[in-house]
């Protein structure tokens, strides 16, 4: 059964760093065409695809935040993780890790497998 | 890049059908046949219902299925049951390489 879980802060101050982690199971990171990622929701608002990291290391970010975001992976501990810089108010949301469909082209950015998310706040 | 444009609810009875639009541009829905939507339940995981426009995952029933029409997509829910009731968003890949979403529609089971 593959899962995934996400972790960190529910709330944080303005201009600090956001840190997430997204635990999972049920597959390996450097499996060929495997690819995990974060959406995030802001309350009330539309999802946003934030960043991807495939099998081979390839990052994949959102252009309009790719200044502030990092992600990364760990193969031995099935983790990944995101950094968001500088956060603001505008960056609280409901943060999703999601595994991607498959590891090329469109599908890339279907997301077969979420996890519950993680409701972040940002606020002075 | 602008989220695609859902209608904001749409509601309907036991049994019957609904259908939830997803409009874009050419740009995105319009382009290419990357078109996956998502049901969210408060409290539980996102679940891929479509993608691909018509394709279900494993395990999805039948009663989900998409269609795409120039620059609008569809969901169509046969046979509604109170277990529909969630929200519907909808994605589309983009000439930019990254998908966008769209504002999602709350579906009521009356």
């Known amino acids: 059964q593959v899962t995934l879980r996400e972790s960190g802060p529910a709330l944080m101050k303005p201009t600090q760093t956001l840190t997430l982690t997204c635990a999972f199971s049920g597959f390996s990171l450097a499996t060929r065409e495997m690819c995990v990622g974060w959406v995030r929701q802001p309350p009330g608002k539309a999802l946003e695809w934030l960043a991807l990291?495939?099998?081979?290391?390839?990052?994949f970010y959102n252009k309009s935040l790719r200044t502030r975001l990092t992600i990364s992976r760990d193969i031995s501990k099935n983790q990944v993780v995101l950094t968001v810089t500088d956060v603001d108010p505008a960056d609280t949301a409901t943060y999703y890790c999601?595994?991607?469909?498959?590891?090329?082209?469109?599908?890339?950015?279907?997301?077969?497998?979420w996890g519950r998310g993680t409701l972040v706040t940002v606020s002075s | 890049q602008s989220a695609l444009t859902q209608p904001a609810s749409v509601s309907g009875s036991p049994g019957q059908s609904i259908t939830i639009t997803c409009t874009g541009a050419s740009s995105d829905v319009g382009g290419y046949d990357f078109v996956s939507w998502y049901q969210l339940h408060p409290g539980k995981a996102p679940k891929l219902i479509l993608y691909d426009v018509t394709n279900r995952p494993s395990g999805v029933s039948a009663r989900f299925s998409g269609s795409k029409s120039g620059n609008t997509a569809s969901l169509t829910i046969s046979g509604l049951q109170a277990e529909d009731e969630a929200d519907y968003h909808c994605s589309s890949y983009t000439y930019n390489s990254i998908p966008v979403f769209g504002g999602g529609t709350r579906v009521t089971v009356l």
């Open positions: 990291i495939d099998w081979d290391d390839d990052k």
């Open positions: 999601v595994r991607s469909l498959r590891g090329y082209g469109g599908d890339r950015y279907a997301f077969d497998v």
